[in-house]
Nanobody, 121 residues
């Protein structure tokens, strides 16, 4: 199995920055895509950003130009640099990876436990 541990959430004021990290451990043979999602209070889960194995990235329109997703393939980690944070960015942020545990197994989706980000003055 693959375990994901997120870190870096917290309370910040509007305009400030935060960096979220997610580390995959366990039987990680290879990781295809890595994603960050968020769920605001009373809202639906929203894709924030993703990065595939080749390094191509994709962002939600609401965070383009402010957030940067990256990955370290050697360490099986992904990070989300969040700048110019707004109150509407307040949400629980979840890391999601598509990975497989050996060369013969199919790719599966794994989720972290989530980390709270609150943007408030």
């Amino acid at each position: 199995q693959v375990q994901l541990v997120e870190s870096g959430g917290g309370l910040v004021q509007p305009g400030e920055s935060l960096r979220l990290s997610c580390a995959a451990s366990g039987r990680v043979f290879s990781i295809n895509a890595m994603y960050w999602y968020r769920r605001a209070p009373g809202g639906q889960r929203e894709l924030v950003a993703n990065i595939i194995s080749g390094g191509n990235t994709n962002y939600a329109d609401s965070v383009k130009g402010r957030f940067i997703i990256s990955r370290d393939n050697a360490r099986n980690t992904t990070s989300l640099e969040m700048n110019s944070l707004k109150p509407e960015d307040t949400a629980v942020y979840y890391c999601n990876v598509v990975a497989r545990t050996d060369s013969m197994s199919p790719f599966r989706s794994y989720w972290g436990q989530g980390t709270q980000v609150t943007v408030s003055s």
